[in-house]
């Protein structure tokens, strides 16, 4: 059978051949694949809090929106390096991210603000995708590699900004332990990957958001993650 994808041979017998080819770095790119459909799936703890409560009400957006737009930047520059393993894993991101910060927004109660912001990163969003269609190939590449490792660096960031709520609140309940987590696994992965394949661009903003996420991974060692119930006061019997 023979299926093509952007050029490539995908057919059963040209992938049996190619995984045997290069056995121990296909097996890791497997582990990565596995481990990156778990993050990206690993939200589904938030979305079913949404539903039983029926509200995203106390949720922080922003780790959602930092993963849309880092993963569509990202899918830009995979379709740069015609790499279809990371394309095909970026479309599955940007399709389950939407999903589930349609859903963030379904469940909040106050939505005209935060739809208004969402509606202005969407716009600027097209506007870099737009400003890269009309430079010329190598160009676009190397713009495309900058917007995507500094989208990610950039989201890194929201990392010492829950750190800074879960320390004033003296509780980290307000986002699930699986994502960050798996992020923290999937992170070491791109490392590796990155110095596989030898692109700069994924070394520097993988090792950044590394080193972030670590950091907001320990605070749920170091705090509670449910708020204490407050005490009852005790009925005097005169």
């Given at each position: 059978?023979y299926l093509e994808?952007?050029?490539?041979?995908?057919?059963?017998?040209?992938?049996?051949?190619?995984?045997?080819?290069?056995?121990?770095?296909?097996?890791?790119?497997?582990?990565?694949?596995?481990?990156?459909?778990?993050?990206?799936?690993?939200?589904?703890?938030?979305?079913?809090?949404?539903?039983?409560?029926?509200?995203?009400?106390?949720?922080?957006?922003?780790?959602y929106v930092c993963?849309?737009?880092?993963?569509?930047?990202?899918?830009?520059?995979?379709?740069?390096?015609?790499?279809?393993?990371?394309?095909?894993?970026?479309?599955?991101?940007?399709?389950?991210?939407?999903?589930?910060?349609?859903?963030?927004?379904y469940y909040r109660?106050?939505?005209?603000?935060?739809?208004?912001?969402?509606?202005?990163?969407?716009?600027?969003?097209?506007?870099?995708?737009?400003?890269?269609?009309?430079?010329?190939?190598?160009?676009?590449?190397?713009?495309?590699?900058?917007?995507?490792?500094?989208?990610?660096?950039?989201?890194?960031?929201?990392?010492?900004?829950?750190?800074?709520?879960?320390?004033?609140?003296?509780?980290?309940?307000?986002?699930?332990?699986?994502?960050?987590?798996?992020?923290?696994?999937?992170?070491?992965?791109?490392?590796?990957?990155?110095?596989?394949?030898?692109?700069?661009?994924?070394?520097?903003?993988?090792?950044?958001?590394?080193?972030?996420?670590?950091?907001?991974?320990?605070?749920?060692?170091?705090?509670?993650?449910?708020?204490?119930?407050?005490?009852?006061?005790?009925?005097?019997?005169?």
């Amino acid at each position: 059978m023979y299926l093509e994808l952007w050029g490539y041979d995908i057919g059963p017998e040209a992938l049996a051949n190619m995984f045997a080819e290069h056995l121990v770095w296909n097996i890791f790119l497997t582990s990565t694949a596995l481990h990156a459909v778990a993050l990206i799936t690993s939200p589904l703890q938030a979305v079913y809090k949404w539903y039983r409560r029926q509200s995203s009400d106390g949720d922080v957006c922003l780790p959602y929106v930092c993963a849309l737009v880092g993963s569509s930047l990202w899918l830009r520059y995979a379709l740069f390096l015609e790499d279809p393993k990371l394309a095909l894993l970026q479309m599955y991101a940007v399709s389950m991210q939407s999903f589930f910060l349609l859903l963030f927004v379904y469940y909040r109660t106050k939505k005209k603000r935060l739809v208004r912001n969402l509606l202005i990163g969407g716009t600027v969003l097209l506007l870099i995708f737009y400003y890269t269609q009309i430079l010329d190939y190598d160009e676009a590449k190397q713009f495309a590699g900058r917007m995507a490792s500094g989208a990610q660096i950039a989201g890194s960031f929201v990392c010492p900004y829950l750190i800074y709520k879960a320390v004033t609140s003296g509780c980290i309940d307000f986002i699930p332990m699986a994502p960050v987590l798996f992020t923290w696994i999937m992170e070491i992965h791109a490392i590796i990957y990155s110095v596989g394949i030898d692109d700069f661009y994924m070394m520097i903003a993988n090792t950044t958001f590394f080193l972030m996420d670590g950091s907001l991974l320990a605070m749920f060692f170091i705090l509670p993650t449910e708020k204490p119930e407050a005490e009852k006061p005790k009925e005097v019997i005169c």
